[in-house]
Nanobody, 113 residues
């Protein structure tokens, strides 16, 4: 069955960086676009970034443009989210997602001094 396992979250100070990873299994990873979502306490889940199946096209939420970069390694069945210049408002649980609405368990990112 489809499995998505996120990792790389943690506690970081404002201005810091984190790199999230999502390892996929149970489907042909290279045949699907992938995306990252996040959900902050008391807020709805929102799209953060998305990448096409070959990695040639990406898109971002306005709030993270210029700070976050989504990428993928199809040989490793992994999608990444590099997050730089983190802000307290980036605090959330981050999830990866397939177009078939499969979700991982999420990884917590906390930005605080």
């Amino acid at each position: 069955q489809v499995q998505l396992v996120e990792s790389g979250g943690g506690l970081v100070q404002p201005g810091g960086s984190l790199r999230l990873s999502c390892v996929a299994s149970g489907f042909t990873f290279s045949s699907y676009a992938m995306s990252w979502y996040r959900q902050a306490p008391g807020k709805e889940r929102e799209l953060v970034a998305a990448i096409t199946l070959g990695g040639g096209t990406t898109r971002y939420a306005d709030s993270v443009k210029g700070r976050f970069t989504i990428s993928r390694d199809n040989a490793k069945n992994t999608v990444y989210l590099q997050m730089n210049n983190l802000k307290p408002e980036d605090t959330a649980v981050y999830y990866c997602k397939t177009p078939r609405d499969n979700w991982g368990q999420g990884t917590q990112v906390t930005v605080s001094s």
